[in-house]
């Protein structure tokens, strides 16, 4: 049914995507914490963030956006309604992750509003989100699995049901191994963004000290509106490898960014201990009499 060979390449290509997809925001944590000395509690908060946005993201657009999509996709046709769905899911997203990070940075953060704590901040607000398809990816990469080595007629599935899944299973196996680590790609294209994100939404607070500027927040909610809707546009127009393309593009505008914004800071304290230098007691002697008695006892037996 499959080729042995390029089943066997994509046996291992499917893991290492998942594999990366969540080594990848671990690693770069690491980094990040190392070169700025600062704890592994804030990268968990711009992640449990991330998590946070999510739980009111996922329903309203379940709930709410979601009929109100289908209206549209009914009643305007062509490229006009794939653009106009696309701004929305795009905003649906800005406005409940940067708004969480306003929220992260008028609670969690209020006494570390500094570039430093926003870039790692940022790190795991991506990472988390990497992290969670990542696991994800490989879920789905277990199933395949025992998909590919099971009688699919045998499972009690309905005819419509075991005609899409044979379809996807073949699919699933068929695909070229390099389009197995897409997933990846695209979170190493995605992560500058959170950060940049983080940076961006950071000036709210410290642009002006002791006077929000709700601009910057704006211009967060806007960056990702762009992001999200122009890989939703160039996927449907283009397919998946110009969508990549142009993220890639959009990640270096990230980093780019993350740098102008940045402002000088004092360096902060390691949160490693630092060892504690002892010095070593005085060495004190005591003259000793020369005698013809200790001078004979010093001699060679």
Known sequence: MYNNLA?????????????????????LGMYLIKKFKLPWKI?????VTFVISQVFHLPFNKYVLNPFLENIQSSIQ??????IIAL?????????????????FCWWLKDQRTWRVAVLAGAGHGGIEAIILGSLVILGYVNMLAYRNVDLTSLNLTPEQLATTTQAVQ?????PWYATLLGVVERA????????????????????????????????????????????????????YATEAVLGVLAILDIAIIFVLRRPEPEPPSVFPTPIAV?????????VEETSDNLENTRYQ
Not at 78 to 83: A, E, F, M, R, T
Not at 171 to 175: D, I
Not at 207 to 227: C, D, E
Request: glycine content about 10%.
């Open 171 to 175: 699919a699933y196996w068929s695909a």
């Open 78 to 83: 062509g490229l006009s309604g794939i653009v």
């Open 43 to 47: 990268w968990w908060i711009g992640g």
């Open 7 to 27: 089943v066997n390449v994509l046996t291992i290509t499917y893991l290492l995507n998942g594999i990366l997809m969540i080594g990848i925001p671990i690693l």
């Open 189 to 240: 294209f995605t992560i500058p963004f959170h950060i940049a994100a983080s940076v961006i939404v950071l000036q709210v607070f410290t642009r002006r000290p002791g006077q929000q500027q709700p601009g910057w927040l704006v211009l967060a909610i806007f960056l990702h509106m762009v992001m999200d809707a122009s890989a939703v546009i160039i996927a449907n127009q283009w397919g998946v």
């Open 88 to 104: 929305l899911l795009g905003l649906s997203a800005g406005v409940f992750e940067e708004c969480a990070r306003y929220g992260m």
């Open 279 to 287: 010095e070593p007691a005085p060495i004190t002697t005591t003259p």
